[in-house]
DNA sequence: GTTCCGCATGAATCGATAG
DNA sequence: ACTATCGATTCATGCGGAA
């Protein structure tokens, strides 16, 4: 089985025209932000956010499969004092175009960027909004569910020393009483809240994405052999776990520079992928490396 | 000083009328949610919903001061396969009556129990929107610290040497501020996520949240003496923490059944608080019990 | 090879200052 | 008055160098 990566440099609205019809079983992508990340690219401006993504998704309606789904990464930004309400015109326009809100995710994030102001606490969460074409999607929960013994250690872990003091600290009792109610199952699905990290300190880029985020909507939404699209490639997180994950992908960039580099990551993620004898652990491992160290 | 508790028997848009302009400091209030269903208590169809609210927003605004702050606890049924929008559209009528939509906090709900559908996972998450009236309003951060995280240790240790150095390099009696330095870095503001356990209650009523809830915001937004608003009172959470924690209050309870309970928790709160003896920890121990135990 | 410590670095937001 | 730019604030994380 061969897997296919395909990566179009350009306007996405331009080059999402290239992609054919009810191909593509998963759309995972963090457009940038409205106003944010000037430096980079141009920034939208929060009025005219809704106006300036609407083509984009009316053109990611047309090559998603019926069964397949779309997942928004995004957050709203304060504008004088108050939350913008842009997602959620945009959210209202979309169901306009034909999508269904099917789910409203949660990420979690724990190390939310500092700062202090008088009349707001730091922003630590972000929304991922599942859309769907049809009622009927593919979504495979079993791939996601998480061991109860492993499930409670790595949430423990997660959750780290401060949690843990602050959940003591506030509800006594709550925690302790809720692992020993766990440890009685196998396995549990998760809920719709995720609970990651932001990856900083990598030199070159700001991939704020953790590759766990994709990572879990690849394996919740698709099977391998599966297509996954990200119209806003930027550092390439998602097409390099899709790659890694045995699904095919589509990624588009509009910057020459995050272009170049994600074709370099991916022929050296393929490299790796070609190697006989590696294992799929081993060679996750590998992976990893080979562009964390960038 | 005088602690006062206000309940008023009947529909909160008529009862509301009784309460002073500008009177109010938090209001706190988890309405009842959508519901398709006919005949249950307090279902309101999707569909009606926001017509349903918009007035009693707009008495809420009358009554609140320029400086209080109103915070709603609501999430959107999934109704047809699909979230319901009812949520956003009411955010953006209420936006039109003047309020001004500050920030969206999201209450984690930790221990929900786990439940299986074909195309969703458990829903583990609410809104809590926080609206205002004018940009400023009244918000006392520091009583809603936090524990910081593992790294405090190591800063903890290089903190505690600098503050001894500084004191012996200046005149001594630096030890209170010492200690003061100490814990004040020990603690750190928290974000806009809350973690907190759902109250497992088997009680008679439906809507609990847990008595955290409205604690926090209490601490975060009022100051004792102040006055505390729940238009939809329900089993009287928010009145009864509000009470031990030395805010006046006022309830508003549509049903008999509630209305009579809130009013003997109430009776019972105020009789231990009247016990003169008693500390306050103590007492707010043997109110919890009194009506936990209900 | 561990473990420990120091350091830079974020999808941020406010208020003041400048044009 | 209204908009653009800048400094100050703050905390979890992962890296690199050191013991």
């Known amino acids: 089985?061969?897997?296919?990566?395909?990566?179009?440099?350009?306007?996405?609205?331009?080059?999402?025209?290239?992609?054919?019809?009810?191909?593509?079983?998963?759309?995972?992508?963090?457009?940038?932000?409205?106003?944010?990340?000037?430096?980079?690219?141009?920034?939208?401006?929060?009025?005219?956010?809704?106006?300036?993504?609407?083509?984009?998704?009316?053109?990611?309606?047309?090559?998603?499969?019926?069964?397949?789904?779309?997942?928004?990464?995004?957050?709203?930004k304060v504008v004088d004092g108050e939350r913008s309400t842009y997602v959620m015109e945009l959210i209202l326009e979309m169901k306009k175009q034909g999508w269904l809100w099917t789910e409203e995710f949660i990420w979690h994030k724990k190390n939310s960027y500092p700062g202090k102001w008088p009349n707001r606490f730091r922003d630590s969460w972000e929304r991922l909004l599942q859309f769907n074409k049809e009622k009927k999607f593919n979504m495979y929960q079993d791939e996601v569910m998480v061991p109860m013994g492993d499930w409670a250690k790595s949430r423990l872990k997660n959750l780290s020393e401060t949690d843990k003091r602050r959940d003591n600290s506030k509800v006594g009792s709550g925690f302790g009483k809720n692992i020993s109610n766990w440890i009685s199952r196998d396995k549990a699905y998760p809920s719709n809240v995720l609970h990651l990290a932001t990856e900083c300190g990598n030199k070159n880029h700001s991939a704020a994405f953790p590759e766990e985020l994709p990572e879990w909507f690849i394996k919740l939404f698709t099977k391998e052999a599966d297509t996954v699209l990200d119209p806003f490639m930027g550092?390439?997180?998602?097409?390099?776990?899709?790659?890694?994950?045995?699904?095919?992908?589509?990624?588009?960039?509009?910057?020459?520079?995050?272009?170049?580099?994600?074709?370099?990551?991916?022929?050296?993620?393929?490299?790796?992928?070609?190697?006989?004898?590696?294992?799929?652990?081993?060679?996750?491992?590998?992976?990893?490396?080979?562009?964390?160290?960038?």
Chains 1, 2 share one sequence.
Not at 19 to 45: E, F, K, M, W
Not at 242 to 255: F, P, Q, T, V
Not at 264 to 284: A, D, H
């Open 1 to 76: 089985m061969e897997i296919k990566t395909e990566l179009f440099l350009g306007d996405c609205k331009k080059e999402l025209g290239k992609v054919a019809d009810n191909s593509i079983d998963l759309i995972v992508t963090s457009p940038p932000y409205a106003d944010q990340r000037n430096g980079t690219y141009g920034g939208i401006h929060p009025s005219k956010y809704v106006e300036w993504f609407l083509p984009i998704s009316k053109e990611l309606f047309r090559v998603l499969k019926p069964t397949g789904t779309f997942v928004l990464n995004i957050k709203e």
């Open 235 to 294: 550092s390439g997180t998602t097409l390099v776990v899709a790659n890694r994950m045995k699904r095919n992908s589509i990624g588009i960039e509009l910057k020459p520079e995050y272009f170049k580099m994600v074709k370099n990551q991916i022929k050296s993620v393929e490299l790796y992928l070609l190697e006989p004898k590696v294992k799929y652990e081993k060679r996750k491992t590998h992976a990893k490396r080979s562009y964390a160290s960038r």
